[in-house]
């Protein structure tokens, strides 16, 4: 490999010189790694990124809507990608509303409860008081139950497993 010299002022004043040492190829997967390295897994795994980052606070809606478009145009294959995809240049308020939908959360719905939870504003590190919207747990856990039957056995399993 060969390494220019760093103090020269233009590019053919650059005096080659070979280290003798070649550089690592770059390897796109490791063998800790079980990565699909399939178009459709790769989106899979974006998604699956890109929403971990929103969650952590370290990505807004509308980032994630973005890079998935882009990531869409690009050819990356993944219908969930697909779904989340919106252009930048749409309305602001259209991102949450998409990440919500794809979530499934409706957090205008009647049947919510809504919880006063302490916190800081952003901007100023006051205290404040939100409302948060959510379901009812024992509501959710019942409609997961009945709409995943696998559950049941899924849970026998697991308690012969532990005697």
């Not at 020269?8 to 790694?33: K, M, Q, Y």
């Amino acid at each position: 490999m060969f390494v220019s010299d760093p103090f020269s002022r233009f590019s053919w004043d650059a005096e080659s010189v070979d280290c003798g040492v070649e550089p690592d190829p770059i390897s796109l997967s490791d063998s800790e790694d079980d990565l699909d390295e399939t178009a459709e897994g790769a989106g899979a795994e974006l998604v699956e990124t890109l929403l971990s980052m929103y969650f952590d606070g370290k990505m807004s809606a509308k980032g994630v809507c973005t890079i998935c478009f882009f990531a869409c145009l690009a050819g990356a294959k993944s219908p969930d990608m697909e779904r989340l995809a919106l252009r930048p240049s749409a309305q602001s308020g259209k991102f949450s509303r998409k990440l919500d939908k794809y979530l499934g959360l409706d957090l205008h719905r009647k049947d919510c409860l809504r919880l006063s939870v302490p916190g800081l504003v952003k901007e100023s590190s006051d205290r404040t008081v939100y409302t948060m919207p959510v379901r009812s747990p024992h509501e959710e856990l019942v409609r997961e139950w009945e709409g995943n039957p696998d559950l049941a056995v899924e849970l026998e399993r697991g308690k012969r497993e532990e005697e």
